[in-house]
């Protein structure tokens, strides 16, 4: 059993003071990541969410060439990111897609042109992998602090407004009648997306940090039903997939090429596509097909599990009758 | 500025411009967004693996992208449009890092795929990717009135029998396609500023398809060729302007569309309310 | 007058004096006027693109009057919930929108749903408690969706939903219930069951409703008064009163027939000439002149109304011709 558990468990992983500050950090990412990521994935913001990540990639690589920490670079894109798309919010989905789309573009640009520069004149090559596929192993102890505040900080947001957000997320009308400030409520919560982002941008990269928003929690929508249930376990399967995702990274060190490792960003998004995968397992009784029923026809609660999505464009609920 | 080895760059990217504006033009109408970003990344990690391998770059390309847009299909008809999207990108991505990370690879190949070296077209590159284009096209073409039907009006399609589900999988494929041809070129992170901005802004100066088909292309050329020009003169990044040059397309086109409603809404006001 | 400046209601809940409301940018209701007392079932009734939906979300606050006041004074609340956005003391309203399209992956089981009836303007995070959960399970019974309290919102059926969002409106006790169109998607049986339902609701727990809907048929049983708003304007009255043919000729500007047909209410364009006031550009009236007006009763809108834009405008399209030689309308 000793002998298994040295196997997964490499020599010096748990002594190793990288490896302990990478623990802490992401379990605060992942745990943030999965409680905003459910509310990102049913208000339908995950292209939102992903181009923050990118344009932030603009900030960290802005960052790295004016020799600043890569972090707040990549906070200070995505919350300016997050504040711009807010100001000139589309109503149309398709309108807003576009637009995102295209502060993506430009930032993207802007990132190229940053990389090339800070390329040029230091002589750090390396930055553009770091910066898009993370560093949690080189992350300086003394941004350890400020990234579990940071991150603490906007989980506890998200969770203050959760009810507010549910609400005007079933019905904006229905949460503006009820004196909901609707759209000071979609901000806070798109600010709070754009710091959960930044954070996990440090972690696994601007490229990658959208796994850690949409995995977890789009595996919590399909196996849990009340809104509490999402959330702890969003928080949950992000936080098995780090840790997971940590502990082989290291042991990679020992697999072939030699002496390299494989990036932690890798088995991190693996393991979340693997969780979500599974999730498509079926537990319990299978749902019988897309979401329409007759009135008054229903044969009862739906088992946990057993939740079928209808056809994509169908929108679910519509009476047959 | 036009000698041998600046032609392939010209050729290349004109054919990439012209690719660009068809293919986005569909990608905009149909709210593909995401989509046409989440394609040419998943189409990185191939050039990555190909590297890696020591295979054709093309081949791992193309490859990557067929599966990036088949496991967005796939997903797609299980999960939200939206979530598959993320979740096929980050599978592709993921693996693009592990074989950038194990190989040996150095940053200048991380940056290239990511961010387009136009400049270093080969000349036996340059037959198929404009192969590949010329693929592209025929492809639109066969596919463009069901394509046209199906993106504006799916309901209607469906009764026509032509199935949203063929339909989104052809376009899918076009995407990948697309993105084989454009990632050695612009970059993976950028061929889709030149399929959202220009199409995205034609839209806003014209309703109709075809003029608006017309006009995307252009304005695509505009942005590669001006973006080649100065990128060749200052030595920056090609795909920094074409970022900033598709955003302000985009930018110009809805402000003409302001414009235009702020004299529609005034015209109406001035006109006395009774039939 | 009270210190808002308004006049004191008495025990009105909510009243409305020549209100006149906008929709991107053009007027299309004007001179409203009506009262609602506790209690009392109205009906807002008009063809599609009337304005019923907008004059709603003007009593709500969502958008403001074009002119004229919406006085909600009455009884005062302590709870800062629902009090139509206007930052007084007014009734607590609950609302239920038309139509949620609700996303499958919505995380909110019916009870969930319920539950922030109570308390979803509120920050923060309540941990469950017995008496809530039998808040939530009395108000679910209430409206007779307890079978499935425990499934996902996204998974029910129209009729369903409905239902569950009757709950959600009414577990925070309020005053004045407000639907819009809840019977435009449902079925002759479950629309019945749904009127049933609110009228029992509403002498029960002594709420107001205010119902739209462009087919009154189902609603005449319950309905003390009916507003009827066409060719923008209003008819307020009890059913008879408003249901006639001279009345809604003057209304919609030229002559319609109000028929009753095995205890059904058609209101269809008829020959005939003219009544009362409504020629061509006479002043607040939009352009409905020779539109074919058929306002039936138990068929399908699609089946002729007016001619209307997608944004619910009238006149539009529709060509100016003379009263007089009469145009034939369908009967539906």
Redesign the interface.
């Given at each position: 059993m000793g002998h298994v558990l040295s196997y997964v468990f490499a020599p010096g992983l748990l002594g190793s003071g990288p490896v302990r500050a990478a623990a802490l950090v992401g379990a605060v990412v992942a745990i943030t990541s999965g409680v905003v990521g459910?509310f990102t994935?049913?208000r339908?913001q995950s292209f939102a969410g992903h181009s923050l990540a990118d344009v932030s990639t603009a900030g960290g690589s802005g960052a790295f060439l004016a020799g600043l920490s890569q972090f707040w670079g990549f906070l200070a894109f995505g919350v300016g990111a997050a504040a711009f798309m807010e100001l000139t919010g589309v109503q149309r989905r398709r309108g807003r897609d576009v637009a995102t789309g295209v502060v993506l573009g430009a930032a993207l640009g802007a990132a190229a042109l940053f990389l090339y520069l800070g390329a040029e004149t230091t002589s750090r090559s390396g930055a553009s992998f770091t910066v898009l596929f993370g560093s949690i192993f080189v992350i300086s102890p003394a941004t350890v602090p400020a990234l579990v505040a940071c991150g603490l900080l906007a989980l506890l947001t998200v969770?203050?407004?959760?009810?507010?957000l549910?609400?005007s997320?079933?019905?904006a009308?229905?949460?503006?009648?009820?004196?909901?400030p609707v759209r000071a409520v979609g901000a806070a919560y798109l600010m709070a997306l754009a710091v959960a982002v930044s954070l996990s941008a440090v972690v696994i990269g601007a490229v990658l940090s959208t796994a850690l928003l949409i995995g977890p929690a789009a595996t919590?929508?399909r196996v849990?039903?009340?809104?509490g249930?999402?959330m702890v376990t969003a928080a949950l399967t992000g936080l098995a997939a780090t840790w997971a995702g940590i502990v082989l990274a290291y042991d990679s060190y020992y697999w072939p090429p030699r002496g390299h490792g494989w990036p932690v960003s890798f088995f991190v998004v693996a393991l979340v596509v693997t969780f979500y995968l599974l999730s498509y397992v079926p537990r319990g009784r299978a749902g019988s097909g897309p979401?329409?029923?007759?009135?008054?026809a229903?044969e009862?609660?739906?088992a946990p599990g057993g939740?079928r999505?209808?056809a994509a464009g169908a929108?679910?609920?519509?009476?047959?009758? | 500025m036009f000698t041998g080895l600046m032609m392939n760059t010209w050729i290349t990217a004109t054919v990439v411009a012209v690719i660009a504006g068809v293919v986005g033009f569909f990608a905009v109408l149909r709210g593909s967004t995401f989509a046409a970003h989440a394609v040419p990344n998943g189409a990185f990690a191939g050039a990555a693996g190909a590297n890696l391998l020591g295979v054709n770059v093309i081949a791992g390309l193309a490859a990557f992208a067929v599966a990036g847009a088949l496991a967005i299909g796939a997903l797609g008809r299980r999960a939200?449009h939206d979530v598959a999207t993320a979740l096929a990108l980050v599978m592709m991505l993921g693996l693009g890092a592990l074989f950038v990370g194990v190989s040996s690879a150095y940053a200048a190949e991380t940056y290239s795929l990511l961010f387009g070296e136009v400049f270093g077209v080969a000349s036996t590159e340059v037959l198929p990717i404009a192969g590949l284009g010329a693929a592209c096209i025929t492809a639109v073409a066969i596919l463009f009135r069901p394509l046209m039907l199906s993106s504006a009006m799916p309901e209607v399609a469906e009764a026509r029998g032509v199935r949203s589900g063929v339909m989104e999988i052809c376009f899918l494929l076009v995407l990948a396609m697309t993105a084989t041809m454009t990632v050695p070129v612009v970059g993976a992170l950028l061929m889709f500023s030149l399929m959202i901005g220009p199409p995205a802004a034609a839209r806003s100066f014209t309703a109709r398809p075809g003029f608006a088909m017309a006009l995307s292309v252009c304005f695509a050329l505009v942005t590669v060729w001006t973006g080649i020009a100065v990128a060749q003169a200052t030595s920056w990044p090609l795909g920094f302007f074409v970022g900033v040059m598709g955003a302000a397309f985009y930018l110009a086109g809805r402000g003409w569309a302001a414009w235009r409603r702020t004299r529609a809404?005034r015209h109406?006001?001035g006109v006395p309310?009774?039939? | 007058m009270d210190q808002h400046g308004h006049g004191h209601l008495g025990d009105e809940l909510l009243r409305l004096s020549e209100v006149s409301v906008r929709l991107a940018?053009?007027?299309i209701l004007h001179g409203v006027s009506f009262t609602i007392r506790p209690g009392e079932f109205t009906g807002l009734i008009g063809p599609n693109g009337a304005g019923k939906t907008t004059l709603l979300?003007v009593i709500?606050?969502?958008q403001p009057a074009a002119s004229g006041t919406v006085d909600a004074g009455g009884p005062l609340r302590t709870s800062?919930?629902?009090?139509?956005?206007r930052g007084g003391r007014g009734p607590l309203?609950g609302?239920v929108?038309q139509k949620?399209?609700?996303?499958?992956?919505?995380?909110?089981?019916v009870r969930?749903?319920v539950a922030?009836g109570l308390?979803?303007?509120?920050?923060?995070?309540?941990f469950p408690s017995r008496a809530r959960r039998d808040l939530v399970s009395q108000a679910l019974r209430d409206v007779g969706a307890h079978?499935?309290?425990?499934?996902?919102?996204?998974?029910?059926?129209?009729?369903?939903?409905q239902r569950v969002l009757i709950a959600?409106?009414l577990i925070s006790r309020p005053h004045l219930l407000l639907l819009d169109e809840p019977l435009a998607?449902?079925?002759?049986?479950?629309a019945q069951?749904i009127v049933t339902l609110l009228a029992r609701l509403a002498r029960e727990q002594r709420v107001a409703v205010l119902v739209s809907a462009h087919d009154m048929n189902p609603l005449v049983p319950v309905m003390d008064r009916i507003v009827y708003v066409a060719a923008g304007r209003a008819a307020v009255g009890s059913c008879e009163e408003v249901v006639r043919t001279d009345v809604l000729s003057r209304l919609y500007g030229h002559h319609v027939d109000v028929l009753r047909v095995h205890g059904r209410i058609l209101v269809v364009a008829g020959t005939g000439t003219g009544t009362g006031a409504g020629s061509?550009?006479?002043?607040g009236?939009?352009?409905v002149?020779g539109a074919v007006a058929v306002h039936a009763g138990t068929v399908p809108d699609e089946a002729g109304h007016l001619a209307t834009d997608e944004a619910g405008h009238l006149?539009e399209d529709?060509?100016?011709e003379p009263l007089g030689p009469a145009r034939r309308g369908g009967v539906a």
């Amino acid at each position: 059993m000793g002998h298994v558990l040295s196997y997964v468990f490499a020599p010096g992983l748990l002594g190793s003071g990288p490896v302990r500050a990478a623990a802490l950090v992401g379990a605060v990412v992942a745990i943030t990541s999965g409680v905003v990521g459910v509310f990102t994935v049913t208000r339908g913001q995950s292209f939102a969410g992903h181009s923050l990540a990118d344009v932030s990639t603009a900030g960290g690589s802005g960052a790295f060439l004016a020799g600043l920490s890569q972090f707040w670079g990549f906070l200070a894109f995505g919350v300016g990111a997050a504040a711009f798309m807010e100001l000139t919010g589309v109503q149309r989905r398709r309108g807003r897609d576009v637009a995102t789309g295209v502060v993506l573009g430009a930032a993207l640009g802007a990132a190229a042109l940053f990389l090339y520069l800070g390329a040029e004149t230091t002589s750090r090559s390396g930055a553009s992998f770091t910066v898009l596929f993370g560093s949690i192993f080189v992350i300086s102890p003394a941004t350890v602090p400020a990234l579990v505040a940071c991150g603490l900080l906007a989980l506890l947001t998200v969770v203050a407004l959760s009810r507010m957000l549910l609400l005007s997320t079933l019905s904006a009308d229905i949460a503006a009648a009820r004196g909901v400030p609707v759209r000071a409520v979609g901000a806070a919560y798109l600010m709070a997306l754009a710091v959960a982002v930044s954070l996990s941008a440090v972690v696994i990269g601007a490229v990658l940090s959208t796994a850690l928003l949409i995995g977890p929690a789009a595996t919590a929508l399909r196996v849990a039903k009340s809104p509490g249930r999402a959330m702890v376990t969003a928080a949950l399967t992000g936080l098995a997939a780090t840790w997971a995702g940590i502990v082989l990274a290291y042991d990679s060190y020992y697999w072939p090429p030699r002496g390299h490792g494989w990036p932690v960003s890798f088995f991190v998004v693996a393991l979340v596509v693997t969780f979500y995968l599974l999730s498509y397992v079926p537990r319990g009784r299978a749902g019988s097909g897309p979401g329409r029923r007759r009135d008054g026809a229903r044969e009862g609660p739906a088992a946990p599990g057993g939740h079928r999505f209808p056809a994509a464009g169908a929108p679910a609920g519509r009476d047959t009758g | 500025m036009f000698t041998g080895l600046m032609m392939n760059t010209w050729i290349t990217a004109t054919v990439v411009a012209v690719i660009a504006g068809v293919v986005g033009f569909f990608a905009v109408l149909r709210g593909s967004t995401f989509a046409a970003h989440a394609v040419p990344n998943g189409a990185f990690a191939g050039a990555a693996g190909a590297n890696l391998l020591g295979v054709n770059v093309i081949a791992g390309l193309a490859a990557f992208a067929v599966a990036g847009a088949l496991a967005i299909g796939a997903l797609g008809r299980r999960a939200r449009h939206d979530v598959a999207t993320a979740l096929a990108l980050v599978m592709m991505l993921g693996l693009g890092a592990l074989f950038v990370g194990v190989s040996s690879a150095y940053a200048a190949e991380t940056y290239s795929l990511l961010f387009g070296e136009v400049f270093g077209v080969a000349s036996t590159e340059v037959l198929p990717i404009a192969g590949l284009g010329a693929a592209c096209i025929t492809a639109v073409a066969i596919l463009f009135r069901p394509l046209m039907l199906s993106s504006a009006m799916p309901e209607v399609a469906e009764a026509r029998g032509v199935r949203s589900g063929v339909m989104e999988i052809c376009f899918l494929l076009v995407l990948a396609m697309t993105a084989t041809m454009t990632v050695p070129v612009v970059g993976a992170l950028l061929m889709f500023s030149l399929m959202i901005g220009p199409p995205a802004a034609a839209r806003s100066f014209t309703a109709r398809p075809g003029f608006a088909m017309a006009l995307s292309v252009c304005f695509a050329l505009v942005t590669v060729w001006t973006g080649i020009a100065v990128a060749q003169a200052t030595s920056w990044p090609l795909g920094f302007f074409v970022g900033v040059m598709g955003a302000a397309f985009y930018l110009a086109g809805r402000g003409w569309a302001a414009w235009r409603r702020t004299r529609a809404v005034r015209h109406a006001a001035g006109v006395p309310s009774a039939a | 007058m009270d210190q808002h400046g308004h006049g004191h209601l008495g025990d009105e809940l909510l009243r409305l004096s020549e209100v006149s409301v906008r929709l991107a940018g053009r007027e299309i209701l004007h001179g409203v006027s009506f009262t609602i007392r506790p209690g009392e079932f109205t009906g807002l009734i008009g063809p599609n693109g009337a304005g019923k939906t907008t004059l709603l979300r003007v009593i709500l606050g969502l958008q403001p009057a074009a002119s004229g006041t919406v006085d909600a004074g009455g009884p005062l609340r302590t709870s800062r919930a629902g009090r139509a956005g206007r930052g007084g003391r007014g009734p607590l309203i609950g609302y239920v929108p038309q139509k949620l399209m609700i996303d499958p992956d919505m995380p909110l089981r019916v009870r969930d749903v319920v539950a922030l009836g109570l308390d979803g303007h509120k920050l923060g995070f309540r941990f469950p408690s017995r008496a809530r959960r039998d808040l939530v399970s009395q108000a679910l019974r209430d409206v007779g969706a307890h079978r499935y309290a425990d499934a996902r919102i996204g998974d029910l059926s129209g009729g369903e939903q409905q239902r569950v969002l009757i709950a959600h409106a009414l577990i925070s006790r309020p005053h004045l219930l407000l639907l819009d169109e809840p019977l435009a998607s449902l079925d002759m049986p479950s629309a019945q069951g749904i009127v049933t339902l609110l009228a029992r609701l509403a002498r029960e727990q002594r709420v107001a409703v205010l119902v739209s809907a462009h087919d009154m048929n189902p609603l005449v049983p319950v309905m003390d008064r009916i507003v009827y708003v066409a060719a923008g304007r209003a008819a307020v009255g009890s059913c008879e009163e408003v249901v006639r043919t001279d009345v809604l000729s003057r209304l919609y500007g030229h002559h319609v027939d109000v028929l009753r047909v095995h205890g059904r209410i058609l209101v269809v364009a008829g020959t005939g000439t003219g009544t009362g006031a409504g020629s061509p550009g006479e002043p607040g009236v939009p352009g409905v002149t020779g539109a074919v007006a058929v306002h039936a009763g138990t068929v399908p809108d699609e089946a002729g109304h007016l001619a209307t834009d997608e944004a619910g405008h009238l006149g539009e399209d529709a060509s100016p011709e003379p009263l007089g030689p009469a145009r034939r309308g369908g009967v539906a």
